[in-house]
């Protein structure tokens, strides 16, 4: 009965992973096929409409990171 359930048990186990591997590839090639490619952004064009050929500057402003109260002039 032990050799009958390790023999069952380990077919199972290949056929899941062989199953896993399918879905995997399959899901990969959905993903990199399908998926929707990225628009650009209205503020990289000029007014006629093309793209401007500068580069963008990107500024983010965190939170919290400046504390307006705190003053350097203190002289």
Do not use: C, K
């Not at 056929?15 to 096929?33: C, D, K, N, Q």
């Not at 500068?54 to 350097?72: M, Q």
């Amino acid at each position: 009965m032990l050799a009958v359930s390790l023999v069952l048990g380990s077919f199972l186990i290949i056929l899941f992973f062989i199953v896993g591997i399918v879905t995997g590839w399959v899901a990969r090639e959905y993903m990199m096929s399908y998926r929707e490619i990225p628009r650009i952004h209205p503020e990289m064009f000029d007014s006629n409409g093309q793209l401007i050929p500068d580069e963008v500057l990107a500024i983010r402003f965190e939170e919290g990171y400046f504390d307006p109260e705190e003053d350097d002039d203190e002289d």
